[in-house]
């Protein structure tokens, strides 16, 4: 495919879409709310993406769950199973299963849990009718006749909107009630016209802290029959008898098949129901239908959005900026961020971002991960800072997309694949209502907010963020100290600051011309291990003589980004509005590195607390500030530059799908304790899988606005 | 001097009786230093209105040869006066933040009555914020003013 094909095809769609899409939907600029009328808060974490045997993931329900809010103890949780539908009922219990040696962390006696009763990758024998992977049809009363909808195959698939309405939901409700976690179910969409969404219609789940008679999935599961590129179901949802038609959408209206009450097909040539850009305007209706059944306690997040690569008219692949700023416009409110730190960051090639990932010629955007997240995100002045430079409220979100561990079992430490959710990632989110009232639409709003960050391996577990306007008639040097002061209460209390003339994480602060700010950080740097099941030292490290056990790793340094906004772009706009990655449409050449801070420069306080601020003088322009942070200094070979800029994750692991043989990884792994299950290429062992995951750990925080009274209105965010 | 100032010092001056005097020593008047404090309080509290960042008390509080990393009094008015008329037209202008000083002591007093002022500053906008810090001050005629670090670089 032609880049000139694409483009030609992007611009079309664009112009297309401009009738579409509500501009009016950009929220009212208003200064960050009054201190006092904050309720306090505290950043809890948890995952939104992450998948059982109802798709391909490889565990039952209630064993990911389990591993998600107990053993790695996320305060919440969201089941995101792909749409379409599958065979298999993650309904079941666990199947005991077969350690892989070395098996770390298990016990691998014949007296305790795992052998002799265990079983391989698979499960256990059908006949036995247990375990996970055992099919909806051998398992369910009725057999065959209880899965609904018109499937012909062997065992017979069920339509994933009938998993969760009828099967998951009840788990998923159960398990959050007696866990006293809120626990939810969500959809990974396999979106018309892209790859996947992670998206959450709530409206009628009950989860804990809500009590009584139970809640039901019935709207996540329509949104699931309505939108979900893989669903092919045409019986409205049998009884159910849904219909997909949004109100007032008169010209997606029109689309909406007769018989299936949907729009079918996505992108595609003209032939069928498929048409070149049709399955991003079916996307679109789905963000629509959300917003006028759920407003405010819906999402709808693009995953792993480099991936798949570019965006393809034809094809059903990746995001480009046009569509990010598609999704925001149609509904900010449920279109608010993306995953730009993906899932999957212990496989083989990390994120499973690739050459080739789409096929031939067809690589993820920006091939690899950098630093483990997507250069959407990654890199300074790409389509992250694009977005920001419009004032728009578009945020960094982290997932696990846990599927399996490789070749490793589900009990084991290592992995040749994922992480579960909590064990590596993690997003960070206020929740004004407080640990004591913990709910999911809590949980939704600070998603929402911005008012988030996201990290892995635990580099950092606490964070507060703050501008100020400076107060000239205060010294100096006490305003600084105050602040500083009041971010360090707040990361004591894993809360926020709340001091009126300033703003945190996803807020704006609104200044007169040439005002004087103070930003104020405070970052905890847990004390102790993370999760990883290594203690030698982190081979990246090792390249420049530190030494540093790979579980204890040691924030080196944090970067404070900024850049300036200029204002929402046009959809008619073509130029500025869609483009691909490197495009001036996904570029904002202002931003750049404003300060560094690193143990030469920031306060130690008690229990790994790293205190800092700088003054940022006589500001003239709308601009933002954010931060990302990490453990591996500045140039530290094939890992970050001389900026301190993550590289090409793909360029630094072994990898074997390139033309013709494998190429070998650029950082060795040669301590004596370094796993058998890394890369080895003629001899040589490489940081690679899980350990390549562990030694290049990040956190990016969301932005604070500064909107300069008479420069660039901030619309996007209060 | 204008009526409000000579007003001013009156006050200050009779709070200063035990002050060992213009031409430097010590200086230890807990009384001196608790007006002072009630002095920057009641001016930083004028704040919350439009007409108080440019209110001659606030004027008060600085020497004219103050200079806390390169603010001068004539910056620090100047930027109060900049922020009195975007609030004035701008009801959304989030105004820098406010806060109180307690405990004041001012101590360490040198020849030319430069000052050592160690206080604690407190915002409780929600969150009790409390911090010791100490600056300089000047007294001239009895009357103490923020004289700041003296220094032209930012530090910060």
Redesign the interface.
């Given at each position: 495919m032609s880049k000139q094909f694409n483009l030609r095809h992007t611009a079309l769609a664009v112009s297309a879409l401009v009738g579409l899409i509500s501009v009016a939907t950009v929220q009212t600029?208003?200064?960050?709310d009054?201190?006092?009328t904050?309720a306090?808060g505290t950043y809890v974490t948890g995952d939104f993406h992450n998948h059982s045997t109802c798709s391909d993931g490889s565990l039952s329900m209630k064993k990911l769950i389990d591993k998600s809010v107990k053993t790695y103890g996320l305060d919440w949780f969201v089941q995101a199973d792909h749409g379409g539908s599958s065979a298999r009922n993650c309904t079941l219990s666990e199947d005991p299963f077969e350690p892989v040696a070395p098996a770390l962390g298990l016990t691998n006696s014949a007296t305790g849990p795992y052998p002799p009763a265990t079983f391989p990758s698979g499960g256990q024998p059908a006949a036995t009718l247990k375990g996970p992977n055992q099919s909806w049809e051998s398992t369910l009363p009725g057999g065959r006749a209880d899965i609904k909808g018109d499937g012909t195959a062997t065992p017979k698939a069920m339509w994933r909107w009938q998993e969760i309405k009828e099967f998951q939901y009840k788990v998923t409700e159960d398990e959050s009630r007696a866990r006293q976690k809120p626990i939810w179910m969500g959809v990974e969409q396999n979106a018309p016209g892209h790859e996947h969404i992670s998206t959450t219609v709530l409206q009628g789940q009950k989860p804990w802290p809500q009590a009584g008679v139970m809640g039901n999935a019935t709207l996540q599961a329509q949104y699931e029959y309505c939108f979900d590129r893989n669903d092919g179901d045409t019986s409205r949802g049998a009884e159910n008898q849904w219909d997909c038609s949004v109100t007032a959408s008169a010209n997606a209206n029109a689309l909406v098949d007769p018989t299936a009450r949907k729009i079918r097909g996505t992108n595609g040539a003209e032939a069928g129901f498929n048409a070149p850009d049709r399955g991003h305007l079916k996307s679109l209706e789905g963000i629509r239908w959300m917003n006028e059944k759920a407003p405010t306690t819906s999402y709808y997040i693009p995953a792993h959005l480099e991936r798949a690569g570019k965006y393809d008219p034809i094809a059903n692949r990746g995001f480009n900026i046009e569509h990010l700023r598609n999704f925001n416009n149609t509904a900010p409110n449920i279109a608010f961020g993306f995953e730009s730190m993906p899932g999957h960051q212990a496989s083989a090639t990390r994120g499973e971002y690739r050459a080739g990932f789409g096929g031939p010629g067809i690589d993820s955007v920006g091939v690899g991960t950098y630093g483990g997240t997507g250069i959407y995100a990654a890199r300074i002045g790409g389509v992250w800072d694009a977005l920001l430079g419009e004032g728009r409220n578009w945020w960094f979100f982290a997932s696990s997309d846990y599927h399996n561990r490789g070749q490793f079992g589900p009990d084991q430490r290592e992995s040749t694949q994922d992480f579960y959710p909590g064990e590596y990632q993690k997003d960070y989110v206020m929740v004004r209502r407080g640990t004591n009232n913990l709910s999911a639409e809590g949980i939704i709003d600070g998603l929402r907010s911005g008012n988030s960050f996201a990290g892995s391996g635990d580099l950092i577990d606490r964070l507060a963020f703050v501008a100020?306007?400076?107060?000239?008639?205060?010294?100096?040097?006490?305003?600084?100290?105050?602040?500083?002061?009041?971010a360090s209460?707040?990361v004591a209390?894993n809360?926020e600051?709340?001091?009126?003339?300033?703003?945190t994480m996803g807020e704006k602060?609104?200044?007169?011309?040439?005002?004087?700010l103070?930003v104020a950080i405070a970052v905890r740097d847990p004390e102790g291990t993370n999760n990883a099941p290594y203690s030698f030292p982190n081979p990246s490290l090792k390249q420049i003589n530190i030494s540093q056990p790979l579980n204890a790793p040691v924030l080196d340094h944090i970067d404070v980004i900024g850049g300036n906004v200029t204002g929402y772009v046009s959809p008619t706009d073509t130029s500025k509005y869609a483009g691909l990655e490197g495009s001036a449409a996904a570029s904002n050449s202002s931003t750049g590195i404003k300060k560094v801070f690193s143990r030469t420069n920031w306060t130690v306080a008690a229990g790994g607390v790293r205190v800092m601020?700088?003054?940022i003088?006589a500001v003239k322009v709308s601009q933002y500030v954010r931060l990302r942070g990490t453990n591996l200094p500045a140039a530290t070979p094939f890992e970050t530059d001389a900026n301190g800029n993550p590289l090409n994750d793909y360029d630094l692991i072994p990898q074997d799908d390139g033309v013709t043989a494998t190429i070998p990884g650029k950082v060795k792994c040669d301590d004596a304790a370094c796993p058998a299950h890394m890369r080895t290429i003629n001899g040589v062992k490489y940081s690679s899988f899980d350990v390549a995951g562990w030694s290049d750990l990040w956190f990016y925080s969301n932005p604070i606005y500064i909107e300069v009274?008479n420069s660039v209105k901030i619309a996007g965010t209060k | 001097m204008n009526l409000s100032r000579t007003s001013l010092s009156i006050i200050v001056v009779s709070a200063l009786m035990t002050l060992s005097g213009c031409g430097g020593g010590s200086y230890s008047s807990a009384a001196a230093a608790d007006t002072f404090a009630t002095r920057v309080n009641a001016?930083?509290a004028s704040?919350a209105s439009v007409s108080g960042l440019t209110s001659t008390a606030?004027a008060e509080?600085f020497d004219a040869k103050y200079l806390?990393?390169s603010?001068t009094k004539t910056?620090?008015l100047d930027?109060?006066k900049?922020?009195a008329?975007?609030?004035g037209?701008?009801p959304?202008?989030?105004?820098?933040?406010?806060?109180q000083i307690t405990s004041p002591v001012i101590s360490n007093c040198d020849a030319n009555n430069v000052c050592t002022l160690n206080a604690t500053?407190v915002?409780s906008?929600?969150?009790t914020?409390?911090?010791?810090?100490s600056?300089k001050v000047i007294i001239v005629s009895g009357v103490i003013y923020?004289y700041?670090?003296q220094s032209s670089t930012?530090?910060?």
């Open positions: 600029a208003a200064a960050a009054k201190a006092k904050k306090a100020c306007t400076a107060n000239p008639a205060i010294p100096a040097a006490a305003f600084k100290s105050l602040l500083e002061k009041a209460n707040a209390k809360a600051v709340r001091i009126d003339g300033c703003a602060l609104v200044v007169a011309p040439g005002a004087d103070v601020s700088y003054r003088p009274i | 001016a930083y704040f606030v509080l806390d990393m603010f910056i620090v930027a109060l900049a922020s008329a975007a609030l037209n701008t959304e202008l989030s105004l820098f933040p406010l806060a500053l915002n906008d929600a969150d914020t409390s911090v010791e810090f600056t923020f700041g670090d930012p530090s910060i």
